[in-house]
Antibody, heavy 121, light 105 residues
Framework: QVQLVQSGVEVKKPGASVKVSCKAS????????FTWVRQAPGQGLEWVGW?????????KYAQKFQGRVTLTTDTSTTTAYMELRSLTSDDTAVYYC?????????????WGKGTTVTVSS | EIVMTQSPATLSVSPGERAILSCRAS?????LAWYQQKPGQAPRLLIY???TRATGIPARFSGSGSGTEFTLTISSLQSEDFAVYYC?????????FGGGTKVEI
């Protein structure tokens, strides 16, 4: 079955970077794109970015993360990655990777369970 | 940026009753999805393209609307339906979500 397995809990200090992984299985990896979303404690869903699995140069980022976030995919390991740099306490959140519906950019149908990132001194 | 506004913020409903959730957009489109999220869980896709149920979603969930006004209807609330519901547009960048509607007993 289709699965997205995310990496574990991260605790980082302000100014550090974090790289979250999202291992995909159960489908043809390059046929589906990835959307990343985060959720701060007690808050709603916030879009972080999007990447094409077939063309890593085709990426979109939310304006507030421009210059701080990089999305990549590795087709050899069927894994998507999100790296976020210069962390502040405002980046404390659960980060979700999600697979888009086929040919439906930005419309995810399968979600990972989320990775909790805590930024604290 | 397309702003998505959901109402009400909280909806109190009894099991077996119907729930109607609203989502209003600042621009017109049809690329709208609805998600359900329970505490400690990832969002779950319910509806896409405003009115198409995702795979495995019960028929009591239905989506309607077009342009700037959209509705999610749960025809007869079951105990497992008490959750937070989000609408999301994927018409253009940046992707945006509504603030959510909490459906409570």
């Amino acid at each position: 079955q289709v699965q997205l397995v995310q990496s574990g809990v991260e605790v980082k200090k302000p100014g550090a970077s974090v790289k979250v992984s999202c291992k995909a299985s159960g489908y043809t990896f390059k046929s589906y794109d990835f959307t990343w979303v985060r959720q701060a404690p007690g808050q709603g869903l916030e879009w972080v970015g999007w990447i094409s699995s077939a063309d890593n140069d085709n990426r979109k980022y939310a304006q507030k993360f421009q210059g701080r976030v990089t999305l990549t995919t590795d087709t050899s390991t069927t894994t998507a990655y999100m790296e976020l740099r210069s962390l502040t306490s405002d980046d404390t959140a659960v980060y979700y990777c999600a697979r888009d519906r086929i040919s439906a950019v930005g419309s995810p149908d399968v979600w990972g369970k989320g990775t909790t990132v805590t930024v604290s001194s | 940026e397309i702003v998505m506004t959901q109402s009400p913020a909280t909806l109190s409903v009894s099991p077996g009753e119907r729930a109607i959730l609203s989502c209003r957009a600042s621009q017109s489109f049809s690329s709208l999805a609805w998600y359900q999220q329970k505490p400690g869980q990832a969002p779950r896709l319910l509806i896409y393209a405003a009115s198409t149920r995702a795979t495995g979603i019960p028929a009591r969930f239905s989506g309607s609307g077009s342009g700037t006004e959209f509705t999610l209807t749960i025809s007869s609330l079951q105990s497992e339906d008490f959750a937070v519901y989000y609408c999301q547009q994927y018409h253009n960048w940046p992707l945006t979500f509504g603030g959510g509607t909490k459906v409570e007993i």
